[in-house]
């Protein structure tokens, strides 16, 4: 079944820490998309991707990187830089050339201790 | 900038109302608008808008677009209580068409 993986469901962070939330697809989708969620608030744009090996800056990119090295992957990494990574994070991917929904992965809760 | 506004932020009803709500929006090479209902982890995809004046409808949702006035909405017809959830407001456009941005989300509460 097609769909998007992401891993892992939750995740505990000790301050300082880099820590990496994985997101890989199998729809052959060419746009993939990161979100964070607070709670009771809507999707927040990170970052996103239209082709492989390019990225461009959401509204809230500060504190996080992220790599488009295969169509199938964009990881998302939180760094020590983001003040307040506490959230729910989504990903997202759909097609390019056609208008279709976004399809969801299920979410990283990411916790920092 | 792009920007997509919901409102209102938070609704309660009693079962067996009508809400409306609403989604503005200021997004350049506008290419679709979309609905989602999340209740508790991924959002499940309602409708996808891309002419105006068309509505969707699904059972006791419907949606309809407003390109030259720059907004939708989102209509529920005799709400039941497992309509509770956030709903989600998206315009894809942007630069290469490709940026997808939500609105802040309405909370929708139905009481029995």
């Known amino acids: 079944d097609g769909g998007i993986t992401q891993s892992p469901k939750y995740l505990f962070r000790k301050e300082g820490q880099n820590v990496t939330l994985s997101c890989e697809q199998n729809l052959n989708h060419d746009a993939m998309y990161w979100y964070r969620q607070d709670p009771g608030q809507g999707l927040r744009l990170i970052y996103y991707?239209?082709?492989?090996?390019?990225?461009q800056k959401g509204d809230i990119a500060e504190g996080y990187s992220v790599s488009r090295e295969k169509k199938e992957s964009f990881p998302l990494t939180v760094t020590s830089a983001q003040k307040n990574p506490t959230a729910f994070y989504l990903c997202?991917?759909?097609?390019?050339?056609?208008?279709?929904?976004?399809?969801f992965g299920q979410g990283t809760r990411l916790t920092v201790v | 900038e792009d920007k997509v506004v919901q409102s209102p932020l938070s609704l309660v009803v009693h079962e067996g109302d009508t809400v409306t709500l609403n989604c503005s929006y200021e997004v350049t090479n506008f290419r679709s608008l979309l609905w989602y209902k999340q209740e508790k982890k991924a959002p499940t995809f309602l409708f996808m808008l891309t002419s105006s004046g068309i509505e969707k409808k699904s059972g006791r949702l419907s949606s309809i677009l407003d390109k030259k006035e720059l907004f939708s909405i989102l209509n529920i017809t005799a709400t039941q209580t497992g309509d509770s959830a956030i709903y989600l407001c998206a315009v894809q456009g942007g630069q290469g068409a490709q940026k997808l941005v939500f609105g802040q989300g309405t909370r929708l509460t139905i009481n029995p």
């Open positions: 991707s239209q082709i492989v090996n390019d990225f």
């Open positions: 997202a991917s759909t097609l390019r050339w056609r208008n279709t929904e976004a399809f």
